[in-house]
């Protein structure tokens, strides 16, 4: 691969910020020439350490360290800890509990207590990597309830429905009209028999009569 695709392999990461105007006034040089303004990778090398790196990076890194601007403030601790190695870098920092103090001092006040109050696996003030896996898992953690409530909090749970059972309402049974009962004539009183006269005066004459 030459310089050239090399360099143009490069600017294409410059999307952003000062990077991209860069990138960009290196194109306008080369579309007002007709040649590209940096031709070699070396040279490409010395012009962005001109442009980017500042004078005394170890100087700015250890000023920037002993203030406040470095803080984790509202970022996650993963762009926190992005940021401080760097810083840590620059500034020639290597001593583990100097790194330990000053990656827990620029911590959420909040994530500090829970690594500091740990009741077993708490990380030594010797050991930053353990201070480091700490600080993430508990940001990690935190992170996962926040989009939990935020969930619950746009879906709040509806109360079940009561569903009322009404009885099903009684069949009726509609029978057909009776039919009459037939109307047996009643029987005629009986007739007294008068019986044949008799001659009440004379069985009374009967029975007076001596035998």
Same mark, same amino acid.
């Given at each position: 691969?030459? =310089?050239?695709k090399k360099i143009l392999w490069?600017?294409?990461?410059?999307?952003d910020g000062r990077a991209a105007?860069?990138?960009?006034?290196?194109?306008?040089?080369?579309?007002?020439?007709?040649?590209?303004?940096? *031709?070699?990778?070396g040279d490409f090398e010395q012009?962005?350490?001109?442009?980017?790196?500042?004078?005394?990076?170890? $100087? !700015?890194?250890?000023?920037?360290?002993?203030?406040?601007?470095?803080?984790?403030?509202?970022?996650?601790?993963?762009?926190?800890?992005?940021?401080?190695?760097?810083?840590?870098?620059?500034?020639?920092?290597?001593? *583990?509990?100097?790194?330990? $103090?000053?990656?827990?001092?620029? %911590?959420? %006040?909040?994530?500090?207590?829970?690594?500091?109050?740990?009741?077993?696996?708490?990380?030594?003030?010797?050991?930053?990597?353990?201070?480091?896996?700490?600080?993430?898992?508990?940001?990690?953690?935190? %992170?996962?309830?926040?989009?939990?409530?935020?969930?619950?909090? =746009?879906? +709040? =749970?509806?109360?079940?429905?009561?569903?009322?059972?009404?009885?099903? *309402?009684? =069949?009726?049974?509609?029978?057909?009209?009776?039919?009459?009962?037939?109307?047996? +004539?009643? +029987? *005629?009183?009986?007739? %007294?028999?008068?019986?044949?006269?008799?001659?009440? !005066?004379?069985?009374?004459?009967?029975?007076?009569?001596?035998?």
């Amino acid at each position: 691969m030459t =310089s050239r695709k090399k360099i143009l392999w490069a600017l294409t990461f410059f999307k952003d910020g000062r990077a991209a105007k860069w990138s960009e006034n290196v194109f306008c040089q080369e579309a007002d020439t007709g040649i590209f303004p940096i *031709p070699t990778w070396g040279d490409f090398e010395q012009q962005f350490r001109l442009h980017f790196f500042p004078v005394n990076a170890e $100087v !700015d890194a250890i000023n920037t360290l002993e203030g406040t601007s470095y803080h984790q403030g509202g970022r996650t601790v993963d762009d926190y800890l992005d940021n401080f190695q760097t810083l840590v870098s620059d500034a020639g920092y290597t001593d *583990p509990q100097t790194l330990v $103090v000053k990656f827990r001092r620029g %911590l959420k %006040l909040g994530i500090q207590n829970q690594i500091a109050t740990m009741p077993y696996g708490r990380p030594t003030d010797t050991d930053p990597d353990a201070w480091y896996r700490a600080a993430r898992r508990i940001d990690q953690v935190r %992170l996962a309830n926040k989009v939990f409530q935020s969930m619950s909090r =746009s879906t +709040p =749970s509806r109360p079940a429905k009561t569903v009322s059972v009404r009885p099903s *309402p009684m =069949s009726v049974v509609r029978l057909p009209p009776a039919s009459p009962l037939p109307v047996t +004539p009643k +029987p *005629p009183p009986p007739t %007294l028999s008068m019986g044949v006269p008799m001659d009440v !005066d004379a069985t009374r004459k009967t029975r007076s009569l001596p035998p």
